[in-house]
């Protein structure tokens, strides 16, 4: 039996944003599908307000990082679509659907498909539809990972930027240090074989972050440490590797 995640605890305070990082393969995305309610763990529980989860919920909207829109749809009606789903009408939905397409940016796309749109802009509809619904926590799977690094670096900035307005709690899984530095409140490590938490860091760089932030020293150690760590662990995993192989 493959085992994704083990013995992995974490308690996520209301609004902070928590970054989850690690090789592939570590489990990062099978733990922050679990919060989903997208998979059942076989053993322990997930808990939002003290309540187990036991599927998808209107509390947790869910940002994948192959957009997921739907390509006959405009953005305003990619946006509108968790809200059709809520059973809003009317002149109710179309305002507050428009209110988030301008708060991501893309006031005078409203009309535009998808495939009009640059892979930044249509992971901006991915992160409007989310937060249109009015989750309490929002979900990140790499929303991020298959943008250019100049993108990757303009998107980060401007999801904090949005996350500044509403402080929804946020767990944002990611391959990239810096990355996973720049936007968290509390940083889960992970390693694999089985996937675990090997550390969890709180990150205390002061809000709010600009690009300059990666340059302080603070940063820097931040980054430093956790490679130490990661590279730590991809050793051990190498060391039992070579421990276990047949001898020739």
């Not at 003290?50 to 990619?78: C, E, I, Y």
């Not at 993108?151 to 996973?180: C, P, S, Y």
Request: aromatic share 6%; net charge neutral; with cysteine.
């Amino acid at each position: 039996t493959f085992v994704a995640v083990s013995n992995a605890n974490l308690d996520i305070a209301r609004g902070r944003f928590v970054t989850i990082v690690g090789p592939s393969g570590c489990g990062k995305s099978s733990l922050l599908l679990a919060i989903a309610g997208l998979v059942q763990p076989a053993l322990g529980s997930v808990l939002v307000n003290g309540k187990p989860v036991s599927g998808p919920g209107r509390d947790r909207a869910v940002v994948f990082q192959h957009f997921a829109l739907m390509p006959w749809r405009t953005v305003l009606h990619n946006v509108r679509f968790g809200l059709e789903l809520q059973r809003w009408s009317g002149e109710e939905l179309t305002v507050r659907a428009q209110r988030f397409v301008e708060l991501v940016g893309l006031k005078g796309f409203e009309h535009y498909h998808p495939h009009q749109l640059s892979g930044g802009m249509r992971q901006r509809v991915g992160i409007a539809r989310a937060l249109a619904v009015d989750p309490e926590i929002l979900l990140l799977d790499e929303p991020f990972g298959s943008l250019d690094a100049q993108t990757r670096d303009e998107m980060g900035t401007e999801l904090l930027t949005i996350w500044e307005q509403n402080k929804k709690t946020a767990v944002f899984v990611t391959h990239g240090i810096d990355e996973a530095i720049f936007l968290a409140d509390q940083i889960v490590v992970m390693a694999k074989n089985p996937g675990r938490i090997t550390e969890i860091i709180v990150v205390d760089l002061p809000r709010p972050r600009t690009i300059e932030t990666m340059d302080s020293k603070l940063f820097i150690e931040y980054r430093r440490h956790i490679r130490e760590c990661l590279m730590r662990e991809a050793r051990a995993e190498s060391a039992e590797r070579a421990a276990i192989a047949p001898q020739g």
